[in-house]
């Protein structure tokens, strides 16, 4: 066999025991060739020391190795054969060997080994291992099984120790537990024994021993030779009964550099040494194989965050994920040599075409999965830096990176989900894979089937127990453990307290103890889930480049510049954490901490689109946003409470907000989708809290961005399909804002869409379908007074108004509610009748209308209900002039009044009322009668300003004067009761106290005594 061969071989083997050592699955048996290379004596020494005292000779065969011993202790009994013993392998003090040093290095999973010495034990202390020691039966049931260091020929100290032939014949009976658990261990690690060769007795016994039990069914197992030369048919022999023999000579000259810095004086021990060197170093690994081994825990998670991708590759503190890239690789590192060499920077085109050739050929699939890796962390590229920065990018569709879930949520397309959801359930007796099992669960809680999301949590934690998948175990008990937060408050099944208190129960942090001994070892992905780690460095991460915004902004506008990475850091942290818990369908997003995060993203996409630059500052260098994009909006409309949203755009003064092309197709094709899932009676009793705060959120960003004609009908048609549906507290408020926010943009509108709108809001309120709630708010936001406002054109483009048959509708509806329900009645010509002064055909018509229903109403039987409501009825009806006569409110008033003295809460309405018709509607103080007066608050500052000349200055107060404006005060001069009010105040003070007197206040007492 070639050279080129024998070292591909060892390769192979090689590669077999670093998967073994990666995936906590290798064991290593450790033999007295380890031991001698410090010095103590071989099983042959020990043995030929017996037979010389007995005068014997030690023959070869294995049957002499045991009975020899066997004799010894016969002729002179136990005490005097174990001193005997003891007093051979305890000569001198013997210290561990750098064989010892590479053994630990393996971090193998137990050491077993025939020995009896305690040079392990010594290594463990040297280099700080812990492994629990087991050397008789009694050790086993207190080891933590973790890692172990089994001493299966027992040891010098209990006296137990496995040489003679009795020993062996016994150990069945003797060792029991041990014997059993090692040959446990056969069917399921990897078995590498060092310090043994193929025809040491120790070895062969052990072999035998195993393969009666087991037959095949165990691991291969790996023997380090370095006795001999490589012989094929001993290679092939063993290799068919599961051992892989590693010979010294196996390796290349060019590798041996180890055995330079060997000091071993034994030959073998320095082949041993530079065999177990060459495991331990992977330097000699393609870079391709040493990425791939440490992304390959990745290998079953749909989403990573960056900075695992950064630990794995080599992370050093100057590498950072910024704005999709990873910055700051170092030249000559890992990625840097995988890119470099594909990009072909720094090398001749023969090397470039040998170092593809080869990926082509033999890593086209790991350099694929690489790949794959990192677009899961949606990492775009890579930034190296030295003297000559370069970029190598990658290129990739982010919407491929999103589960098919995340797609339609991303979309608003809850009709796509609620079938698919639907569709699995038809099909709950089929098995599907882990993937797609997690899916349907996440789809569940998602629609916020939370019964049916635990019932399948619960059978996943089974079945990914029983089928060994625990990276989906994990986070099944993670999702158990944290889906009661939502769980209690939106079940109302029988079994809720049962699956509460089971929930309870799970204790993440001891989860590990629970597990089977070899899968044990987290992985930094999995602690950092369990831990909850990866939310709570995200909400601190996005807090602190928050502030870094805020602060840019600051900067920025007080005429410096700022071109800061935060605002793409800020981006990319909140996009990679979305996809990272939605994409591994993680049951988080319902928590506080979460919630901060998508806010502290909002707050800093506003900040930042908010700066302000003076238009003489062209040359102003700052990384800011023109427009939204897409993701923020979606961000906006589904993680954050309305008046969240509301007050994040009042504290930045964002009245307008521009959207991108792309930003602005999606916004109304996922309008869309949302409105058709809305309406959808399964879908909205399952999401209604939601879909009532993501449709307020429509209402805030419709509210804000520049909208077409088109558009604005598009919006109108589709909001009018959700009148009839019970809506949340506020609802009417962002709705009527959003309505007003329509007048200045003067759009001309189509009749029959406005006035469709307001038919079926009239409708609802007609059929007595408002809830308390919505029955308050229509009574502060009267969307009927904002839809009136509106600039509507018919077909023809001539001024569209209501038809005369709905203002009869309405006035008999009224009419019909003002003897059966007379607050409703009074609502409805608040709400729906005043409103429509402008949309009627004939005003006179609708004026006579309201003239004869106002008259109609016993104004003294009211509660403070409907006093308030006719107050409110009287200022609006003033101020659209639906009254026929003046005097109409005014009797109106002084009826409510005779009956409501002990109403004293109402005086502040009956007050506006009056001096409304005083000050806008040209009534005399004269002519308001004394009973109406007389419950108005005296002396204050309303009133002198309203009524100034009917006011008793005797309660004027001088300070007042700062509420007036300059032109005011000179209109009031000419009341002669204030003149000569501020006249007496001025006169008051001596010339030394008119020197303390506030240069304002004087300014303006001059300017009222010189305007006399």
């Given at each position: 066999m070639s050279n080129g061969s024998l070292e591909q071989i060892l390769k192979t083997n090689i590669e077999k025991i670093r998967k073994a050592k990666e995936h906590d699955k290798l064991v290593v048996f450790v033999g007295a060739g380890v031991s001698v290379n410090s010095k103590l004596p071989t099983w042959y020494d020990l043995?030929?020391?017996?037979?010389?005292?007995?005068?014997?000779?030690?023959?070869?065969?294995?049957?002499?190795?045991?009975?020899?011993?066997?004799?010894?202790?016969?002729?002179?009994?136990?005490?005097?054969?174990?001193?005997?013993?003891?007093?051979?392998?305890?000569?001198?003090?013997?210290?561990?060997?750098?064989?010892?040093?590479?053994?630990?290095?393996?971090?193998?999973?137990?050491?077993?080994?025939?020995?009896?010495?305690?040079?392990?034990?010594?290594?463990?202390?040297?280099?700080?291992?812990?492994?629990h020691v087991v050397s008789d039966n009694s050790d086993l049931p207190y080891a933590s099984q973790d890692q172990m260091l089994i001493k299966m020929h027992g040891c010098l100290k209990k006296k137990n120790i496995v040489l003679k032939e009795d020993d062996y014949l016994s150990y069945s009976s003797n060792f029991k537990l041990i014997e059993t658990y090692i040959k446990s261990l056969f069917s399921t690690h990897i078995i590498l024994f060092i310090g043994y060769s193929a025809e040491d007795p120790n070895f062969k016994l052990i072999f035998q021993w195993v393969k009666d039990i087991l037959n095949k069914d165990f691991q291969p197992a790996y023997l380090i030779d370095i006795s001999e030369e490589f012989n094929l048919l001993k290679y092939n022999y063993y290799k068919n009964r599961g051992i892989h023999i590693i010979y010294s000579n196996n390796l290349e000259q060019s590798k041996e550099d180890g055995l330079e810095e060997c000091k071993l004086e034994n030959p073998k021990g320095k082949k041993l040494f530079n065999i177990l060197k060459r495991i331990n170093d992977i330097e000699d690994e393609h870079i391709i194989s040493r990425i791939y081994n440490n992304l390959r825990e990745f290998e079953n998670v749909n989403a990573v965050q960056p900075k695992d991708i950064l630990k794995a590759t080599g992370y050093n503190s100057k590498m950072v994920y910024e704005n999709g890239l990873i910055r700051g690789v170092k030249i000559g590192g890992e990625l840097y040599e995988l890119l470099s060499n594909i990009k072909g920077i720094g090398k001749n085109k023969k090397e470039v075409n040998l170092f593809r050739k080869d990926l082509l050929s033999n890593y086209k699939q790991v350099l694929r999965y690489i790949l794959s890796v990192l677009k899961k962390a949606n990492i775009r590229g890579i930034k190296f830096f030295n003297e000559e920065i370069f970029y190598f990018t990658l290129t990739w569709c982010i919407d491929d990176i999103k589960t098919p879930i995340l797609k339609m949520e991303y979309n608003f397309d809850y009709k796509s989900m609620w079938d698919t959801l639907m569709s699995s359930e038809a099909q709950t007796g089929l098995e599907g894979n882990p993937a797609d099992r997690m899916s349907d669960m996440f789809l569940s809680y998602k629609l916020n089937s939370l019964d049916k999301a635990y019932g399948k949590l619960r059978e996943l934690s089974r079945s990914t127990f029983e089928d060994r998948e625990f990276l989906n175990y994990y986070l099944v008990e993670f999702n158990k453990n944290h889906i009661s937060g939502v769980y209690k408050w939106f079940t109302s099944s029988k079994n809720q307290k049962n699956n509460l208190n089971e929930m309870e129960i799970r204790d993440l942090d001891n989860l590990n103890l629970q597990m089977p001994i070899s899968e044990r070892k987290r992985s930094p992905f999995i602690q950092s889930i369990l831990s909850f780690n990866f939310v709570y460095s995200n909400m601190y991460k996005s807090g602190e480049i928050l502030k870094k915004l805020k602060n840019e902004k600051k900067l920025v506008e007080r005429g410096g510049q700022s071109i800061g990475p935060h605002l793409f850091n800020l981006y990319n942290n909140t996009y990679n954490f979305w996809l990272f818990i939605n994409n591994n369908y993680l049951i988080v997003e319902h928590y506080s901490d979460v919630k901060v995060i998508y806010n502290n993203f909002i707050e800093g996409m506003t900040a930042n689109y908010s700066i302000h630059i003076s238009d003489n500052r062209e040359d102003i260098r700052v990384n800011k946003l023109d427009s939204m994009d897409s993701f923020i909006l979606y961000i906006i409309l589904s993680k954050i409470q309305g008046k969240e949203l509301v007050t994040i755009l009042d504290k930045y003064k964002v009245k307008e907000m521009k959207i991108d092309e792309e930003a602005r197709e999606y916004l109304f094709n996922v309008f869309l989708n949302f409105i058709g899932a809305f309406v959808v009676k399964e879908i909205h009793t399952n999401l209604e809290s939601e879909f009532e705060n993501i449709l307020r959120n429509f209402l805030v960003i419709f509210s804000v961005i520049d909208l077409n004609k088109l558009e604005v009908e598009l919006i109108l048609q589709n909001l009018s399909n959700l009148v009839s549906y019970t809506h949340s507290y506020e609802y009417f408020k962002y709705l009527n804002k959003f309505i007003k926010?329509?007048?200045?943009?003067?759009?001309?509108?189509?009749?029959?869409?406005?006035?469709?709108?307001?038919?079926?809001?009239?409708?609802?309120?007609?059929?007595?379908?408002?809830?308390?709630?919505?029955?308050?708010?229509?009574?502060?936001?009267?969307?009927?007074?904002?839809?009136?406002?509106?600039?509507?054109?018919?077909?023809?483009?001539?001024?569209?108004?209501?038809?005369?048959?709905?203002?009869?509708?309405?006035?008999?509806?009224?009419?019909?509610?003002?003897?059966?329900?007379?607050?409703?009645?009074?609502?409805?010509?608040?709400?729906?009748?005043?409103?429509?002064?402008?949309?009627?055909?004939?005003?006179?018509?609708?004026?006579?209308?309201?003239?004869?229903?106002?008259?109609?109403?016993?104004?003294?039987?009211?509660?403070?209900?409907?006093?308030?409501?006719?107050?409110?009825?009287?200022?609006?009806?003033?101020?659209?002039?639906?009254?026929?006569?003046?005097?109409?409110?005014?009797?109106?008033?002084?009826?409510?009044?005779?009956?409501?003295?002990?109403?004293?809460l109402l005086r502040e309405l009956i007050f506006k009322n009056v001096t409304l018709l005083v000050s806008d509607y040209g009534v005399k103080r004269a002519d308001i009668p004394e009973l109406i007066w007389d419950l108005i608050n005296k002396g204050t500052f309303e009133e002198f300003y309203f009524v100034p000349e009917y006011f008793d200055y005797n309660f004027f107060e001088i300070n007042w004067l700062y509420k007036l404006t300059q032109e005011e005060i000179k209109s009031f001069s000419e009341i002669e009761e204030f003149h000569n009010q501020v006249r007496d105040v001025y006169n008051s003070y001596t010339a030394e106290e008119l020197l303390d007197v506030d240069k304002e206040l004087l300014l303006r007492m001059m300017t009222v005594l010189v305007n006399a």
């Open positions: 043995v030929s020391e017996l037979a010389e005292e007995m005068g014997m000779n030690v023959g070869n065969s294995v049957d002499s190795f045991m009975q020899i011993p066997q004799y010894y202790f016969n002729e002179r009994g136990e005490k005097e054969y174990l001193e005997k013993i003891e007093g051979i392998l305890n000569r001198k003090t013997y210290k561990p060997n750098i064989i010892h040093e590479q053994i630990i290095d393996l971090s193998p999973k137990h050491i077993i080994t025939t020995n009896y010495d305690d040079l392990l034990e010594q290594s463990f202390k040297l280099y700080n291992k812990s492994y926010s329509l007048g200045p943009k003067v759009l001309s509108l189509k009749a029959e869409v406005v006035i469709n709108f307001y038919s079926r809001l009239l409708q609802k309120v007609l059929n007595n379908s408002l809830t308390h709630s919505e029955y308050e708010e229509l009574k502060t936001f009267n969307v009927f007074y904002s839809l009136s406002k509106l600039n509507i054109t018919n077909v023809e483009g001539k001024s569209a108004k209501l038809s005369s048959d709905l203002l009869n509708r309405l006035e008999f509806e009224i009419k019909y509610n003002l003897l059966h329900d007379i607050n409703k009645g009074l609502l409805l010509i608040f709400s729906a009748m005043i409103p429509i002064t402008d949309l009627v055909e004939e005003k006179k018509l609708l004026q006579e209308k309201f003239h004869g229903i106002i008259n109609s109403i016993d104004k003294q039987s009211l509660d403070s209900e409907g006093i308030r409501l006719l107050l409110l009825i009287l200022h609006n009806a003033i101020l659209t002039e639906l009254f026929i006569k003046k005097e109409d409110p005014i009797k109106i008033l002084e009826e409510m009044v005779a009956g409501s003295k002990g109403h004293s």
